[in-house]
């Protein structure tokens, strides 16, 4: 069976390595892909991830089996729509069923029809408007632009001016074009944070390992968002109850309200949620794998993934299996200035071999293909499995510090909160 995974970064290069480790799998294609996935036996196919038709074209050259589909723009503009028209078999749900994550107001919507706990919240295109919610209702209070940002269009403001200087920067100053032509402000919710993952198919759904993300740029969660520095799976902390009330109130009802709104769901469901004291609420959906989140789910599947994905990809009973004990975790190393401007041509250290696992998001080789590049903002992770976090966390460190990350930067503290 030969599969192809459309995307470049570190979330589908753990994607693919994934699914290349079936008996069943010959060829694992990615497109377009970063460099450093050649070094796990991937192929790279040079089609951009808006190039539809070439990858159409492509899988049916290629005879490829199915193609999963890692991006979020790509779900957005419909690429597994053109896929299922051009009679190819694609893992990612519909434009229609992926306004969930590519409209906020969409996503909103969804919940307050189908009694989904959220924050509450105001939808705003005219920024006086805006404003005057902002002014009405105080701060902190959290400010998002409606479409896709890369993970980085999220304010969550601590004073009234800085909210107003996020709806401005979104409105006025376009700082995210048509992503930020509307806003949704949110009231602020406390409470900890963790991500609730599910393979989907209409009703039927496969729970993963729950996830903890840490998107602060530095240390003790400061400085800007990005789009994630490292996370650990499972969450040792987060009590089972907490799981099984999230699938009640949440899981459940939005793919029973998706189908009632005409767009059944099939692909990844993201939860973005948080623990708050009235319960588990819904910071945000998403409608495919998490990164760097991925990174650390799927090592701890024990099944054979391909076969996983064909069976949900044919309605068929899943046998989806995990390891039960230990705690996978990894940080992420990014280029110094991310997620703002950055330099791109440093030189990387060795892929790791072993029990620490290297996934390549930003990476490509030099001229005489000696040497391993940075090529983007977050460069590369290393993930590792051991019995606990502090395990994992010794390991991880122990490691990088022994790697030259000049002109690199990482956080020391992942999964810190775990450890408290």
Known sequence: MKLLVVGSGGREHAIAKKLLESPQVTDVFVAPGNDGMTLDGLQLVNIGISEHSTMIDFAKANDIAWTFIGPDAALAAGIVDEFNQAGLKAFGPSRLAAELEWSKDFAKEIMVTYGIPTAAYGTFSDFDKAKAYIEEKGAPIVVK?????????????????????????????????DSGARVVIEEFLDGEEFSLFAFVNGEQFYLMPTAQDHKRAFDGDKGPNTGGMGAYAPVPHLPQSVVDTAVETIVKPVLKGMIAEGRPYLGILYCGLILTADGPKVIEFNARFGDPETQIILPRLTSDFAQNITDILEGKPANITWHEDSVTLGVVVASNGYPLDYEKGVVLPEKTTGDIVTYYAGAKFSENSKALLSNGGRVYMLVTTADTVPAAQEKIYAELTNQNTEGLFYRNDIGSKAVK
């Open 145 to 177: 632009a409606d479409g896709l940002a890369l993970g980085k269009g999220v304010v969550v403001a601590e004073t009234v001016e800085q909210a107003v200087e996020a709806a401005r920067d979104m409105l006025l100053d376009n700082k995210f074009g």
